[in-house]
């Protein structure tokens, strides 16, 4: 911590400080300046609050020099955090693609489309039963059948499922039948939940929020992480700025930034980024050139019909064009689709 | 709903959206261009999700004429929505302040700065039981403790009390307590929660969020008047742009685009939207001088201990000059503050 | 200056850094701490660049502690900044208004808008003569023809005339008629034209750009002030955000913060801000009552003849009724609209 | 064109309206519906102003159904614009290099990093003469001096330059010298000097503004095409939002946005993009899988002595190991780098 008073501060106000500091049992550093003093705090474990100080009088600012999360961070753990999700092994070196329609619709509709992005290569599939709507008179999702149909998926292709938990009273029914949980945009900075997820024992996708700083969303993992799940990894969906030609601005330079700050690893999800199917192929090859850990891809065989977000959902043969694209993408960077580790489910 | 064929349509795509149309049950008039066609279409009730057809092959957009929400808006109801909170009406010519502090720290605290703000004019009186804290190492609030102190505050001095909902296990017990319920920034589409609220029959307080377009707001309103719950207000709290002088932006010309398109009342809260003790009066006027109905402000008396965003609490002094001040300003414009609609229970 | 050290720099690292501190003829003061080492630099007149000390190896991170503009900021100049305009004090105590149409389009036109905006009480008479259109297809202006519109205005009305000025090879000409030349939002950060406009010894009104920091807003300010010429005043006209509601996102919040880090004084232009007719009023009357020194309004009788963004004009009885509004909220204040500090031209 | 009338519209403002289209020789058709009524317009040739009918009383909104640039558009021209720089083909399937130093500082310097950017296989020659510098005090650039440096490693290297113009006065003699003028993002909307480079017949690279959405930024191009300059191409450069992590928000999605709606290059320059080295190779290696047509990039060999964003310049040696990755990136999407049309002044 730093702090800078103000060029017009009394010799009152600045013994004040200091005494505030000691008192703290930390340690104060007088520097002297042409303007005015700052004083340097050393001896803290932990972050300190910089509105222990900016309140005082004299002092105009209070500057942070250590980042706000901890368990989150490359300093409290160096290596980076993996973890199996059925055969296959996430934030490892291969690419681990999720793919399936926006929302389960009926168990043909979802067996149909799991069986078509499983044959071009997904390792996991995704599928929504608890659906957030912007509209109350969107539809929802299936909720609880949704569920079911989505275990059922699973039994018939061998797939690991990742679903999105809305709340915490269909929490615990979510986590009997998820392989993975996920946390969307909108829930980014739902402690409530975030909370309850902490104490889960399973696997958990954070999304990052519309307008979430990188700060922001480590310290939305330190919530689970300070409550003892590790089993997590983050997601990269868009933030929202003054974009004319996209529904968000998907924000790759975010995948180095992670990769280089915190041991999570990261995907990328290019259909919600861009909201348009003929933009998602670009942006899921660029997260793969970008060094993602994975993507998470929607795809629907009659997007016409589809109940939700038709138009950013891919066709399996697109799709299936695709994976062959970011197989020779991430070939070209010495990667490669991640493989099974152990012989899964399927 | 206005569609646009692209330029190179087939005829076959033109019929099978003019069938699409004919299916639902709409009538579609078809308006030939120089480069395209577009389509009209007319019959549909309420609002069309543009999806239905922006995914049909030959379509380039579907344009929305008209907007999403249908309860909150001056289409479904001309007339200002208001409602008493206490003996004060909300949403009335009077202006409305609910002032207090962040947090919830103890009983004298409380009931002291509860005094202070009754004593200056405030009408409402504001206090976080339960916080929504970015970091999961921050005093997260006295929880159900501090909703009794809440509750004695009230039987003090008099004043309602306005306290926030963080989630669905704790909102009985808020529920219980407050005279108004306040949702988040954070959890303005915590669309579980909404739906909740909007069981209750308690005046709720809808807060922006960081990147909430205004139809979103509109929706999320919407999500609690389609349950039944009407008595609804909304407030401002500043937006998540680039600047580099304050903690947020403050979006002050929401308060006329809110009063054009809706009958909801709108408040404004420039303690979070500038994060700064010397910004909170200036906006405060200026909020006032743009119509808002009310104001949420904060006050503490010893901002240097304050356990929650000390740098943004105005000292009592300062309070009581600010609502001289506001109240001048509503007189030049032809309003007051709010005066009691009956002897309330102070 | 502060210097950061990473967690894992090197002696010969952190040697090399006090190296080259000593070699600029300063001081650095080592501040060790528990992941890292800080150090302090003391001894510099100026501000010093980051990039000296962030390129070299092991260095987190150079943190400029005081500000990047010297002339513009209230540690050089104290006392507030005002200067006459014609027969008003800009950056007094009064509100000064400057109002007409958008674009000077005919004599007519604009001495019957002049006399207008005279008559509700107008001080300085705004008009385009060259205009900066986002499409080389729009109206570009009268260009020299319109300046000597403008002459022909002041010599009737005798109120001064505020121009924009949009390039090097017209500024001599408009220097010749404008009692102000006006930097339009998109040309803020055209270097070259400010430092032109910095050996002028006329006054300047420096709009910000739509995605201007504070910081850099006060640096093209320093532009000018470096180069000799003090007569120039800062206008705020909308930032560019996300909204769904308004054409920009007045940042009102500026206005006081321009006041508290700098002498220049500081308009807020609503018109451009809004673009919607029906937000002009409320957003005025929201600026005087946040504290700036001036408005800027857009006036026009025949909007929907405008050919050039009528829909954001007042009509003349609306701005009168305005005037009134502002007048009884800055009396309200203690303030009041300007007075004529000696006998004009008019 | 289509209006919709708001819903308390009177006869008389309808037929107004109907009679202004009428006037303008277009054919309006009118659709009725249930709250209101719209209005289509046929028959224009070019795109109409909408505010020829939303100042209208009783308009509520004039919704423009085509885009508003005509010569930038694939309306407009199918095939992708492409043209020769020196041996090499912008805007043709082979990826375009153009590296070098921010700012020209010396000849030895000049020439050294042109020898190594040469070697690693870059195509063309960056450097800045003229610099635009948030800070009057900042290193503005060696003038009229470092044009000859440029001029003497082209020689020297045989490598075509690409140099900044900055403002009118110097366009002259910045056109003598370079092979590519490029537009900086501050001068994205200085019309005057897009007009003076639309007369120009030499190629032209345009950045991205900070704020500028894509049809501003096409708007922009569409200046120097109406002039007669088609040798342009476009350079995103990264966009202003609310980020902590990088000095702007690289926005690749608008690399396929560009390349769906107009025939022109698409450039990406992740130096500036980013601001930070480590970030610049995950950036260009995205861009590349993004589909953008060529890259520029800042190289220094002593960034801690560079004058001018050494934290962003990758190493000669950075720089020759990524060139490797983007070839096999390139490859395996089926592209390569450029390879020379003709044997070149080198």
């Known amino acids: 911590m730093l702090i800078l008073m103000s060029s017009e501060h009394t010799k009152k106000q600045l013994s004040d400080v200091l005494a505030r500091i000691r008192k703290l049992r930390l340690k104060p550093h007088v520097i002297p300046g042409r303007q005015s003093v700052a004083i340097g705090i050393t001896g803290n474990r932990g972050a300190l609050d910089p509105h222990l100080?900016?309140?005082?009088?004299?002092?105009m600012e209070a500057v942070r020099v250590t980042r706000p999360y901890k368990l989150a961070g490359r300093d409290f753990k160096h290596g980076d955090t993996s973890f199996n999700v059925g055969p296959y092994r996430v934030g490892g070196p291969g690419l681990v693609v999720i793919a399936g329609p926006c929302a389960v619709e009926s168990e043909e509709q979802l067996i149909r489309i799991a069986?078509?992005?499983?044959?071009?290569?997904?390792?996991?599939?995704?599928?929504?039963a608890f659906k957030p709507r912007t509209s109350p008179y969107a539809f929802q999702g299936l909720g609880k059948k949704g569920l079911k149909l989505l275990a059922a998926a699973r039994k018939e292709t061998g797939m690991p499922i990742v679903t999105e938990v809305l709340d915490q009273r269909s929490l615990d029914a979510v986590a009997d039948v998820a392989d993975v949980l996920q946390v969307g945009a909108r829930n980014m900075q739902n402690f409530a939940l975030l909370k309850d997820l902490g104490k889960l024992r399973k696997p958990v996708m954070l999304k990052r929020g519309l307008s979430a700083t990188l700060d922001e969303w480590l310290m939305s993992a330190e919530y689970l992480l300070s409550e003892g799940n590790a089993q997590l990894f983050l997601c990269e969906r868009g933030i929202r700025a003054f974009s004319d030609h996209a529904r968000?601005?998907?924000d790759l330079n975010?995948?180095?930034?992670?990769?280089e700050l915190s041991h999570l690893p990261i995907f990328v999800d290019p259909s919600h980024a861009?909201?348009?199917?003929?933009?998602?192929?670009?942006?899921?090859?660029?997260?793969v050139a970008a060094g993602a850990h994975g993507l998470m891809i929607e795809v629907h065989d009659r997007p016409d019909q589809a109940l939700c977000d038709g138009p950013q959902a891919l066709s399996p043969e697109d799709f299936s064009s695709l994976m062959r694209d970011l197989s020779a993408i991430a070939g070209a960077l010495g990667r490669g689709l991640a493989e099974p580790v152990f012989r899964g489910r399927g």
């Open 274 to 287: 861009t909201g348009v199917r003929s933009r998602v192929a670009p942006m899921a090859r660029a997260a």
């Open 53 to 59: 100080f900016d309140v005082m009088p004299g002092v």
């Open 248 to 250: 968000n601005t998907l």
């Open 254 to 259: 975010v995948v180095p930034a992670v990769k």
């Open 115 to 128: 069986r078509a992005v499983k044959k071009a290569g997904s390792h996991l599939l995704r599928g929504g």
